[in-house]
């Protein structure tokens, strides 16, 4: 008898990976891999960013895709990676649509929490970039519900 298993799609990969600095507004530190601790984020971060919403909104997630979007619209060549101080940006997913719902990348899982708030640092950036990055436009939010490493390339995979 020929058994049948579903195994999940893959729907996208980690494209670059970055750390807030010690100084609030400096640019963000760009790494090859970091670790993520269940409930409290990432663990290079010194634990748990922090971003309200008692505590769950542990890290954050964009689309490279979207900020290429972003850069046309604004007569821009291009946002350098961790420019928007996205945590994880990611290529071939659109993140927004999996709000609720849980991702692995590597060995982790993350929730999807919400989509992101985008602060005033971003018009800092590029005049008119807070307001590119509203309505579903932004990126999101995640809590880290399982422990691991993840890096640059890793597999990004819808569980729901």
């Known amino acids: 008898m020929l058994m049948l298993y579903k195994t999940p799609m893959i729907m996208g990969s980690v494209a670059s990976l970055h750390l807030h600095p010690d100084i609030s507004g400096d640019q963000m530190i760009n790494v090859k891999r970091?670790?993520?601790?269940?409930?409290?984020?990432?663990?290079?971060?010194?634990?748990?960013?922090?971003?309200?919403?008692?505590?769950?909104?542990?890290?954050?997630?964009?689309?490279?895709?979207?900020?290429?979007?972003?850069?046309?619209d604004l007569a821009k060549p291009y946002f350098s990676p961790g420019q928007v101080r996205a945590n994880i940006e990611t290529e071939g997913i659109k993140l927004v649509e999996l709000i609720g719902s849980n991702i692995s990348i590597g060995k982790t899982k993350l929730q999807i929490i919400e989509a992101r708030t985008p602060c005033n640092k971003m018009d800092k950036i590029s005049p008119g970039l807070r307001k590119k990055m509203e309505n579903e436009k932004q990126g999101v939010l995640a809590e880290v519900i399982e422990s691991g490493i993840i890096q640059e390339g890793d597999k990004i995979i819808p569980l729901d």
């Open 34 to 72: 970091f670790e993520l601790i269940a409930d409290v984020g990432i663990k290079q971060n010194g634990g748990n960013r922090n971003y309200g919403n008692n505590g769950r909104r542990q890290v954050s997630l964009i689309e490279r895709e979207q900020l290429t979007e972003h850069a046309a």
